[in-house]
Structures are given as structure tokens and as C-alpha cells.
């Protein structure tokens, strides 16, 4: 995961996409608990220890979560998840 932090802080987009049967360990590998941080709490840990150093810089985080070819935004304000549109393009 810290590379593609490193390409964040550089500019470029970044998606870590954890893909998977049922009951594989997605959710423990991306989440993990307080003892043993996942992928997610350890590459915001070490993004904002790079990033406070900067002042001025901005950040947008997604969370999302693809069930049943549904899409839901796990870090919505709501607290509901809401099932996102699925655009394509045709080109």
C-alpha cells in the first residue's frame, strides 16, 4: 500500500481494490481491528504523517464496497449506505 501512497502524494489517482470469495478476509485484510490495523488505517497513518508537514494540501478518500453489482459508499455522512449509479461509456 505505500507505494501507491507515495504516487498519491505525488499527484497521480490511487485504488486499492481487495477482490475475493465470502468469508476470504477482505474485509479483516482492509480494515484489520485496534491490535492489527488493516491496510486502510495504516495508509491514512501514513498519509497524514507525510501530509503535515504541507500546509494548504487536500485530500478525498473513497471507501466503496461492490455487493451484488452494487456499489455502496461505506464512508457516507448519512450513516446509510445508499446504492451508487454504475456509469458506462460506450467509447
Known amino acids: 500500500v505505500i507505494p501507491?501512497?507515495?504516487k498519491v502524494l505525488a499527484g497521480y489517482n490511487g485504488t486499492i481494490f481487495a477482490y475475493g470469495n465470502t468469508g476470504a478476509g477482505k474485509t479483516f485484510t482492509m480494515e484489520g481491528t485496534e491490535i492489527a490495523p488493516g491496510m486502510i488505517p495504516?495508509?491514512?497513518?501514513f498519509l497524514f504523517e507525510k501530509i503535515t508537514a504541507k500546509r494548504g494540501t487536500s485530500i478525498s478518500i473513497s471507501y466503496l464496497e461492490i455487493y451484488k453489482e452494487k456499489v455502496y459508499d461505506l464512508l457516507t455522512m448519512s450513516g446509510t449506505l445508499s446504492d451508487?449509479?454504475?456509469?458506462?461509456?460506450?467509447?
Open 4 to 6: 501507491v501512497v507515495e
Open 42 to 45: 495504516l495508509a491514512v497513518k
Open 84 to 91: 451508487l449509479p454504475i456509469r458506462e461509456d460506450t467509447e
